[in-house]
C-alpha cells in the first residue's frame, strides 16, 4: 500500500508544475556580493538602492558585502551570489580556474594600485624589502612587476597592512589610491611624491572593478541583469552629479555596517573612485571593458604563471 501511494505521489510531482526557477525564471533578490566592507568605493550600487533606481527597472537588489571568511569569489564558486564586483585581474583568475564569467558592466577605468615606500625613495630600487601586502598577498599586478624587473621583494601578508606600514615593521606597503595611500598620508609618512609608485602612471595600467555573473546564471537571468547594470550605471552617473547627497548615502551604510572610518577619509575615496571610471584616452565615463587592457593583463600574468593560459576578452563579454 505504501508502494503504491508513493507511486501516486510521485506520478503527481512529474505531473505539476516545475517551480519558476526551473523554468528559466528565477525568483527572489538579485544578490549582488561588493567585495570588501562598505564603504565609497561602492557608492553608485548604494545610491542605486537608496534612489529607488533598481526599483524602477522592475527589480528587488540585495547588496551584501562578503565575509572576512568568505570571498566574493567564494561566494561565486558556492554559486551563493547572482553577480560580483570584482577587479579584472580576478575575474581572470576565476575563469582561468574554470569559472567563465560575464562583464555586465564596467565602472573602473585605470588602476589604484600603488607601492610607498617609508624612506621616501623610489619603491622599486628598495634593494631586498619587506612588503606589507593584502591578506591574500602581493596583487597580482604588483606581483608580475616585481618578478618582471627581478626585484628581492617578501611580501607580508596583514588584513592591517597600513598598520604594520606605519609600525615600522615593513619597507613599503602595497596601498588603493582610494584607500590606504589617503590612510597613509593622514598618519603623516608620505614625505616625499617620489616614494608612492602608482603603477598606471609606468605602464601597468589596468582597470579594475567590474561586474560580473557566471555564465550559466547570466545565461538563465539575462533580462534582471540587464536592468541591474543600467540602474547601477544610473547610481553611478547620479553620484558624480551630487556628491555631497552621495557622501551621506555612503556614510549611513558604513554606519549600518559598523565600519571603523571617517568622513573625511570617505570623501577621498568617493572623489578618487569617481576619478578612476574616467577614460585615460577619452577622458568619458564609456563603463566597457577594454580589450587592450584585458590583453595586457593577462599576458603579463601568464607569464608570471599567475595563469594557466592566456585569457582573450571576448571570453568576458556576453
Given at each position: ?23 528559466g ?27 529607488g ?5 522592475g527589480?528587488e ?38 569559472m ?46 616585481v618578478?618582471?624587473?627581478?626585484l628581492?621583494?617578501e ?94 548615502i ?8 559598523r ?13 578618487e ?9 577619452s ?26 593560459r ?7 563579454v556576453?
Open positions: 500500500m505504501k508502494r503504491i501511494v508513493a507511486l501516486i505521489l510521485f506520478a503527481a510531482f512529474l505531473a505539476s508544475p516545475l517551480p519558476a526557477q526551473t523554468q525564471r528565477k525568483t527572489g533578490p538579485f544578490v549582488v556580493s561588493l567585495q570588501w566592507s562598505a564603504q565609497a568605493q561602492f557608492a553608485g550600487y548604494y545610491v542605486a538602492q537608496e534612489k533606481f533598481y526599483q524602477d527597472e527589480i537588489v540585495l547588496l551584501r558585502h562578503p565575509y572576512v571568511t568568505a570571498s566574493t569569489g567564494e561566494q561565486a564558486l558556492a554559486d551563493s551570489v547572482d553577480a560580483m564586483v570584482l577587479p579584472l585581474v580576478e575575474a581572470l583568475e576565476l575563469v582561468d580556474k574554470g567563465p564569467l560575464v562583464n555586465i558592466l564596467q565602472t573602473s577605468m585605470n588602476s589604484g594600485v600603488m607601492l610607498i615606500s617609508r624612506y621616501g625613495n623610489d619603491p622599486m630600487q628598495l634593494g631586498r624589502a619587506k612588503i606589507a601586502t593584502w591578506r591574500a598577498g602581493f596583487s597580482q599586478i604588483p606581483y608580475c612587476v618578478k618582471e624587473k627581478g628581492d621583494y611580501g607580508v601578508p596583514s588584513a592591517t597592512n597600513v598598520n604594520i606600514f606605519v609600525a615600522g615593521a615593513v619597507d613599503a606597503c602595497l596601498a588603493m589610491s582610494y584607500n590606504e595611500y589617503y590612510q597613509i598620508l593622514q598618519a603623516g609618512l608620505l614625505r616625499d611624491p617620489k616614494a608612492a609608485y602608482r603603477f598606471s602612471e609606468h605602464g601597468y595600467n589596468i582597470q579594475e572593478d567590474g561586474i560580473y555573473m557566471t555564465r550559466r546564471r547570466w545565461g538563465k537571468d539575462r533580462d534582471r541583469a540587464e536592468r541591474f547594470a543600467r540602474a547601477s550605471r544610473k547610481g553611478w552617473e547620479w553620484a558624480v552629479a551630487h556628491p555631497k547627497e552621495t557622501l551621506e555612503v556614510m549611513q551604510y558604513i554606519q549600518a555596517n565600519i571603523a572610518t571617517n568622513r573625511t577619509l570617505q570623501r577621498l575615496m568617493l572623489e573612485t569617481l576619478r578612476l571610471q574616467l577614460d585615460p584616452d577622458g568619458e565615463r564609456e563603463f566597457r571593458l577594454r580589450p587592450d587592457m584585458v590583453r595586457q593583463a593577462s599576458g603579463m600574468m601568464h607569464k608570471a604563471g599567475l595563469l594557466g592566456e585569457i582573450g576578452y571576448e571570453e568576458l556576453p
